[in-house]
C-alpha cells in the first residue's frame, strides 16, 4: 500500500489528475465504479491491477470505469486542464509479445489500427506514437489471463518498466496470482471485485419482471434473499450468472429445474447448466413465424468444434483471418486446383476454337480445353501453394540476424506474387521458347527461366512496396508512400514479354518491331498490376467487426481478380483483333477464355477472405461447419453467443467457450 500511495520522500510520479481528489488509505479498501475512478485518477503509483473470479464482470467494469474517466475528462472546462487528463483506451493484450516488443511500441501501433482517425495528415505521421509517449493516454489492459503464462511474466516486467502511463490491469484472481509470484508489478494497486449480495441480485432480476413477478421468479428472488449462502446464490454471485438466469428462462415454468436444490452440488454444475440452457434458448424463435437459420444442435456442434480449436491453440480470440492455419492446407489447394482447371479447361476451348489461337500442334476447342486444363491445374496448384504459404508467413519470407531488441531486420519476398507473375510471364513469354530450338526440353528450360527471374524481381519489388511491419506492426520508413520499387519489378516482367513477341519465330528469323514493344508495355503494366495491387499483411486491419472486414475483402478479391483476368486476357486479345489477324470477334473469346480463369484463380488465393472461403467449404465437406461460415458467425454475433473486438470474434464469456470446447 505505501508503494502505490508513493514515497513521501520523493516526488509522485503521477500527481492527481485536475478535479480528483488525491488518495488517502481508505480510499483503497472497498467502493464502487466512481470509487474505482478516484483511485485511478489520484493514484500516485498509477497502476492498478482489477481482479475477480471466471464471470466477475472484469471487462464490463474496464468499459464502466472508462466511460467514467471520459465523462470526468468532458466536464473539466479549462483547456490546460484538461490537457492533463489523459483519454482512456480499452486494449486487449491478446497477441502482444512483450519479450519483443515494449508496451508503448505495442500500444502505439495497435491504437493507430483501431482508430483510423489518427491516420488523417492533419494529425501528422506518428500521432498514436506521440499520444502514447507524451502521456496523453491512459491503458485499460483486458485479457491478460489470455496470455501464455511465460508471455503474462514478460507483459507484467514490461508494463513495470513503463512510466509514462497511467495503467488499469484486468485479469483473473488465480492467472494474476499465479503470474506475481514470479514478480510482482511494482507500486500496484491490487482489488478485486466483491460477489453481488442475495438482495442486490433480487433486486437485479425483479427489475426485468412484471409486476407481480410470476410465481417462479418469486421464489427464486425469495431464495437469493434468505438463503446468500447456498450453491444456486453462490453461483449468481458475479454479473455472468445473473444475466443468464435473466436470458436463458423465458417460460417462468422452467425455473423449476434450477430451484431443484438436490440437482447442483457445486456452482460450477449450476453455470454449466445456464450456459446450456443460454445455447438453446438463443437458437430458438422468439416468435412462431420467425426463421431460424441454425437450430441448437447445429450451433452447439459448429460452436464446438470453434472453442476446441481454440482451446488447442490457447486463445479466447478468433481471428478469421488466421483460420486457415487450423486445418490441413492440401485439401483447398486440390479444391483450387480443381477450379483452375475446370475454368481453364472451358478457356481453352474458346482461345483454341472459337478465338483461332493455334499453334504448330493445337488447334480447335478439343486440344485445347486438354491445354487449358493442364495449365490451369498447374496454374492453381502454384498459387494454392503460395496462398497457404503466406496464410502461415503472412509478412513474407524474412531471415533473422543474431537475436537482440532492436537488431532484427527483415529481407520481404513476397512468394504469392513471385508465383504468380513467374507463370504468368513463364507461360506468356515460353511459348516455343522464343523458338531457339524445336527440343522440348530446352523450350521448358527457357520458360522457366523467364518465369523465374521475373517471378523472384517482382516478389521482392512487392514487399518494398508493400514491406512487413517493424515491432508492433509499425512501417518503417517511407516505402510504403512510395511506388518507385514497382519498377524492377514490372519492368522484369515486362521484358521477356516484348523480347517474345519481338522475335515471335527465333532470334534468327524476322523481327516485329512495333509487336516487341507493345507486348513489353503490356506485360510491364500487368506486372505492376499485380505488385501494386497486392494486399497489405494480414496484421494490418481496420476497427470495424468481422463480418464488414471479411466483406471489404472480398469486395477487393473481386476487384483485382477482374482487373488482372482483363489484363492478362486483354494482352492476347487486342493483339489478335488488332495486330495479327484483326479479327475482332476472335480477340474477344480469346479476352474471356484467358480473363475468366486467371481471374478466378487470383480471386479465390489472392487474400484472406479466398483462402477463408476456401476453408468453409473444406470444413463443410468434412460435417464440422457451415458452408458459409462468416454468416453463422456474424449470427452468432447477433444472437449475443459471440462478441466482436475488431476484427475478431470472442465467445461472450470464457466459459461459455471451456465448456464447449469438451
Known amino acids: 500500500m505505501a508503494a502505490a500511495l508513493g514515497d513521501s520522500e520523493s516526488p509522485a510520479a503521477f500527481p492527481p489528475l485536475p478535479g480528483v481528489p488525491a488518495t488517502d488509505a481508505r480510499t483503497l479498501r472497498e467502493g464502487g465504479i466512481k470509487d474505482l475512478f478516484r483511485l485511478y485518477g489520484s ?76 491516420r488523417q495528415r492533419q494529425y501528422g505521421r506518428r500521432a498514436a506514437e506521440k499520444l502514447v509517449y507524451g502521456g496523453r493516454i491512459a491503458l485499460f489492459l483486458d485479457g491478460f489471463d489470455e496470455l501464455e503464462p511465460d508471455m503474462r511474466r514478460a507483459a507484467l516486467r514490461e508494463i513495470g518498466r513503463h512510466a509514462v502511463s497511467r495503467i488499469m490491469v484486468f485479469a483473473r484472481t488465480e492467472e494474476f496470482t499465479a503470474t506475481v509470484r514470479a514478480g510482482h508489478l511494482p507500486g500496484a494497486t491490487v482489488l478485486e471485485l466483491a460477489p453481488i449480495p442475495g438482495a442486490e441480485a433480487a433486486v437485479y432480476l425483479r427489475h426485468y419482471q412484471v409486476d407481480p413477478p410470476p ?6 428472488m425469495d431464495h437469493l434473499e ?25 417460460r417462468p415454468e422452467a425455473l423449476a429445474d434450477l430451484l431443484d436444490e438436490d440437482r447442483f452440488a457445486t456452482p460450477e454444475e449450476v453455470m454449466v447448466y445456464l450456459l446450456d440452457r443460454f445455447i438453446s434458448i438463443a437458437y430458438q424463435p422468439r ?61 481453352g476451348a474458346l482461345v483454341y476454337g472459337w478465338g483461332h489461337f493455334n499453334t504448330h500442334r493445337i488447334s480447335g476447342p478439343g486440344p485445347g480445353s486438354l491445354v487449358g486444363a493442364a495449365l490451369g491445374l498447374v496454374l492453381g496448384v502454384a498459387a494454392g501453394t503460395a496462398s497457404e504459404l503466406r496464410a502461415f508467413r503472412p509478412e513474407g519470407v524474412w531471415w533473422r540476424f543474431p537475436p537482440g531488441r532492436g537488431r532484427r531486420r527483415r529481407l520481404g519476398f513476397n512468394p504469392g506474387v513471385a508465383v504468380i507473375v513467374g507463370l504468368v510471364i513463364g ?63 514490372a519492368v522484369a516482367g515486362g521484358l521477356p514479354v516484348g523480347f517474345r513477341y519481338l522475335f515471335p519465330h527465333g532470334i534468327s528469323h524476322e523481327l516485329h518491331p512495333l509487336a516487341g514493344p507493345l507486348n513489353g508495355i503490356w506485360g ?27 466483406r471489404q475483402e472480398l469486395r477487393w478479391d473481386i476487384v483485382f481478380g477482374a482487373l488482372f483476368g482483363l489484363c492478362v486476357g486483354l494482352g492476347f486479345g487486342l493483339r489478335e483483333g488488332f495486330m495479327w489477324d484483326r479479327d475482332v470477334v476472335a480477340g474477344i473469346f480469346q479476352t474471356i477464355g484467358i480473363a475468366v480463369p486467371c481471374g478466378i ?42 462478441r466482436a473486438d475488431g476484427p475478431r470474434y470472442q465467445f461472450r464469456h470464457a466459459l461459455l467457450q471451456d465448456k464447449l470446447s469438451f
Open 287 to 347: 416468435q412462431p413465424s420467425d426463421l431460424v437459420p441454425y437450430n441448437a444442435a447445429q450451433a452447439r456442434r459448429w460452436l464446438g468444434y470453434l472453442a476446441a480449436k481454440m482451446a488447442e491453440h490457447g486463445t479466447y480470440s478468433l481471428d478469421w483471418r488466421q483460420l486457415p492455419r487450423w486445418e490441413r492446407a492440401l485439401p483447398r489447394i486440390g479444391m483450387l486446383g480443381a477450379l483452375c482447371t475446370v475454368t481453364a479447361a472451358a478457356g
Open 215 to 220: 410465481e417462479p421468479w418469486q421464489q427464486l
Open 427 to 489: 507461360i506468356v513469354s515460353g511459348d516455343h521458347a522464343l523458338n531457339v530450338t524445336h527440343h522440348a526440353l530446352a523450350s521448358l528450360a527457357v520458360l522457366a527461366a523467364a518465369g523465374t527471374a521475373a517471378g523472384a524481381v517482382a516478389g521482392v519489388s512487392a514487399m518494398r512496396v508493400h514491406p512487413a511491419p517493424g515491432p508492433g506492426g509499425r512501417f518503417r520508413g517511407k516505402a510504403v508512400h512510395s511506388r518507385l520499387p514497382l519498377l524492377p519489378g
Open 226 to 250: 434468505r438463503r446468500p449462502d447456498s450453491v444456486l446464490s453462490r453461483a449468481l454471485d458475479v454479473p455472468l450468472g445473473l444475466t443468464l438466469v435473466r436470458d436463458a428462462f423465458p
Open 601 to 642: 484463380c487470383v480471386m479465390s488465393a489472392g487474400s484472406d477472405a479466398g483462402r477463408s472461403t476456401l476453408l468453409f467449404l473444406q470444413l463443410h465437406l468434412q460435417g464440422v461447419f457451415p458452408a458459409r461460415g462468416m454468416n453463422f458467425l456474424d449470427d452468432a454475433h447477433h444472437r449475443q453467443v459471440l
Open 43 to 118: 493514484l500516485p503509483s498509477g497502476r492498478i491491477a482489477l481482479l475477480g473470479r471466471p464471470g466477475s464482470g472484469k471487462s464490463e467494469t474496464a468499459l464502466l470505469t472508462l466511460l467514467e474517466a471520459l465523462r470526468h475528462r468532458g466536464g473539466v472546462r479549462n483547456p490546460a486542464e484538461r490537457a492533463a487528463v489523459p483519454v482512456p483506451v480499452l486494449l486487449s493484450v491478446t497477441g502482444w509479445d512483450a519479450s519483443r516488443d515494449d508496451l508503448a511500441d505495442w500500444a502505439a501501433a495497435r491504437i493507430a489500427e483501431d482508430y483510423r482517425l489518427l
Open 524 to 550: 510491364t503494366l500487368m506486372v505492376a498490376l499485380i505488385i501494386g495491387a497486392a494486399r497489405l499483411p494480414s496484421q494490418v486491419g481496420v476497427h470495424s467487426d468481422p463480418l464488414a472486414i471479411w
